[in-house]
């Protein structure tokens, strides 16, 4: 998005304008119920049900309320999940790790390989790949990782895990395959601990609509006739051969979740793990056939509110 066209939204949408605020230190003091109700006014439209959800996307902002498990901040860290991800299901399933460091300055890029990931470990969207080290401009990124660690992604839309992730960077390998038109990545959606539906999403990830597609396949592998901003393919979309693994994989992390996200890739046959999310789009879908959201609220059982 250009300044421009951001500048034009932050003038006629009511929740950019809630984002920025809440970015720059507004809305602090308010309640996490509060806020997510008047998000949800300028988002979704209407009043937000927390006293008796029915709806998938109400369920899921219940569960922002009322499911604060602090031990769900280690699994949307992107170190430490790595940790419980190679105890639960194996080490060869995780991308290999480089480094983790506490600032940009910290790094030691002589100590890289030429090509490598780097990502922040407390927020979505905060990475910047490098395919050759000796053009790779570091001053780009020391400006962009700076500002990154400064963020606190809770803020937005109130996704709780996040608040108390220890800011960090941290250098992966670089995925060729990851990051083209053609990637893919499967996304297996558990509820309660069992797998609801599977996603197979095609193209770049966070692209524009239009240059991705996602398919969701109910668990005896049926298309489910939905879909939530990305539509389906035009093509015929078919299921990995792993997907026995993955969603073996997917239930194990799930375990004693009431709904989590569990993304997957798969290269030269093995399965890869991506990353948990536990509230899909921060809860905010707009479901095409609308009825969809009603159908998959009923599939979520919600659990007695945590009391910590």
């Known amino acids: 998005m250009s300044k421009l066209q951001f500048l034009k939204e932050l003038i006629t949408s009511p929740a950019t304008r809630m984002y920025f605020l809440s970015a720059h230190g507004f809305y602090r003091g308010m309640s996490d119920e509060k806020y997510l109700k008047k998000m949800w006014k300028y988002r979704m439209g209407g009043e937000l049900n927390l006293d008796d959800p029915q709806t998938f996307c109400e369920k899921m902002q219940w569960l922002k309320v009322y ?41 030691d890029f002589d100590a890289l390989p030429d090509q490598f990931i780097l990502k922040t470990t407390h927020d979505s969207g905060g990475f910047m790949i490098c395919k050759d080290k000796a053009t790779f401009d570091r001053d780009k990124a020391r400006r962009k990782f700076d500002k990154a660690m ?17 800011p960090r960077i941290i250098a992966e390998k670089y995925v060729d395959s990851l990051g083209k038109p053609d990637s893919v990545e499967y996304k297996l959606t558990c509820m309660n601990g069992k797998l609801s539906f599977t996603t197979v999403c095609t193209g770049i990830a966070h692209s524009a609509f239009e240059n991705r597609t996602n398919d969701s396949f109910d668990p005896e592998g049926n298309h489910m006739p939905w879909y939530a901003f990305y539509k389906n393919s035009a093509k015929p979309v078919s299921l990995p051969d792993q997907l026995d693994e993955m969603v073996e994989y997917a239930e194990k992390l799930s375990k004693g ?30 479901f095409t056939p609308p009825e969809w959201d009603r159908k998959l609220g009923d599939m979520l059982i919600l659990p007695e509110k945590y009391q910590p």
Not at 87 to 99: A, F
Not at 151 to 164: A, S
Request: charge should be negative; glycine fraction near 6%; charged fraction near 25%.
């Open 257 to 286: 979740i009431p709904y989590t996200r569990v993304d997957f890739y798969c290269m030269d046959g093995r399965v890869y793990f991506g990353e948990i999310t536990f509230f899909t789009w921060a809860g905010f879908l707009e």
């Open 150 to 166: 400064k963020r606190n992604y809770y803020w937005g839309d109130r996704e709780w895990p996040y608040k108390n992730v220890t």
């Open 67 to 107: 499911n604060q498990n602090p031990e769900y901040s280690r699994y949307v860290d992107k170190y430490e999940v790595k940790q419980i991800v190679a105890r639960e299901i194996g080490p060869e399933h995780v991308i290999p790790l480089y480094g983790a460091w506490n600032s940009f300055d910290e790094i």
